[in-house]
């Protein structure tokens, strides 16, 4: 019992840096066909923990969705950004206040 909580404790610190680091953007993904968190390719990197290059790859290789528009520049989907992860906060910051998910 006190490890799990302690377990979810971490998890949702996770998610706060998550939130405070990528203050994801809102936009309409055509892939997911619905609206989700867009970051840049230094937040996308930040939030897998690795190269900026390896974000590239993954847009090169069609395995992420992005995003594009004269104010935003080029923005990366959360949603398939977390098909790239496992962890379960990308699966909360991808929709905003959906923060319960979290508990099962
Ligand atoms: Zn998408």
Request: aromatic residues 4%; proline residues 3%.
């Amino acid at each position: 019992m006190g490890k799990r909580r302690t377990r979810i404790t971490i998890e949702t610190d996770q998610i706060m840096v998550a939130r405070r680091v990528v203050s994801p953007v809102v936009a309409w993904c055509p892939k997911c066909e619905t609206e989700s968190g867009m970051v840049t390719l230094t937040q996308a990197a930040l939030l897998c923990h690795v190269d900026r290059s390896a974000i590239q790859d993954w847009i090169h290789n069609g395995r992420l969705h992005v995003f594009e528009s004269p104010e935003t520049g080029l923005l990366v989907c959360i949603t398939s950004l977390g098909r790239m992860s496992d962890r379960l906060w990308f699966q909360a910051i991808a929709h905003t206040g959906e923060q319960s998910s979290l508990a099962t």
